[in-house]
């Protein structure tokens, strides 16, 4: 089962518009993770948030995480057409052998020249 | 690049078929994790494996196994395959320790097509 809902499901913006992509949860987690996928290919990692921050930003990518209110927010600022892909969340829950992630449902952004 | 491989990269099976997938985790890291994705859905955790023994498993019957070798590596086999059953498979691998982050590197994936 999927552990979060993305919000939009689906967004197009033109480039050097910033994009604003949700995720929101529903149990407890340890960190919170953005991942990229171009064309059904793998994953990329874009950004990891432990359940005691609240921001983190990574060059161009800025990640919220408020807990009390079991959600995340991903801002690309300044976009490119580069950055067209589908966008996922994932909670994690660190057990001894390491992290277990649950997946939300994805935004599809699309980044028109 | 990931360091993380997967084989096959394409597979073509018929129902009730069996498949083997394989992954080679990225140098250093104990723990592997295979997710499913199905067309337009986001990755669905099927089970994970840490220094050979497995550590959690999803939603998945049994006919979803799997194995992890002394040198990391990873196989994934499925069992009476079904038509659902196709999907591209991710496997992922990460550093298993107390006090580390666990940031999931993945592969490629294979994509699973059941007639």
């Known amino acids: 089962s999927q552990q979060g809902e993305e919000d939009p499901q689906a967004l197009s913006i033109q480039e050097g518009e910033n994009a604003t992509m949700n995720c929101s949860y529903k149990?407890?987690?340890?960190?919170l993770q953005w991942y990229r996928q171009n064309s059904g290919r793998g994953l990329v990692h874009l950004i990891l948030?432990?359940?005691?921050?609240r921001e983190k930003h990574s060059g161009r990518l800025r990640v919220t995480l408020d807990t009390s209110k079991k959600s995340s927010s991903l801002l690309i600022t300044a976009s490119r057409a580069a950055d067209t892909a589908s966008y996922f969340c994932?909670?994690?829950?660190?057990?001894?052998?390491?992290?277990?992630?649950?997946f939300g449902t994805g935004t599809q952004l699309k980044v028109e020249l | 690049e990931t360091g993380v491989t997967q084989s096959p990269t394409h597979l073509i099976k018929t129902r009730g078929q069996q498949v083997t997938l394989r992954c080679s985790s990225q140098?250093?890291?104990?723990?592997v994790s295979w997710y499913q994705q199905a067309l337009g859905q986001g990755p669905q955790f099927i089970f994970q494996?840490?220094?050979?023994?497995?550590?959690g498993r999803g939603n998945f019957p049994p006919r979803f196994s799997g194995l992890q070798f002394p040198n990391y590596s990873s196989e994934l086999n499925v069992n009476a395959l079904e038509l659902d059953d196709s999907a591209l498979y991710l496997c992922?691998?990460?550093?298993?320790?107390?006090?580390?982050?666990?940031?999931?590197?993945f592969g490629p994936g294979t994509r699973l097509t059941v007639t």
């Open positions: 994932a909670t994690g829950r660190l057990t001894g052998g390491g992290n277990k992630l649950t």
């Open positions: 992922a691998s990460s550093l298993g320790l107390v006090g580390t982050t666990g940031e999931q590197y």
């Open positions: 494996y840490y220094r050979e023994e497995e550590n």
């Open positions: 140098s250093g890291h104990n723990t």
């Open positions: 149990t407890s987690i340890n960190n």
């Open positions: 948030i432990r359940s005691n921050e």
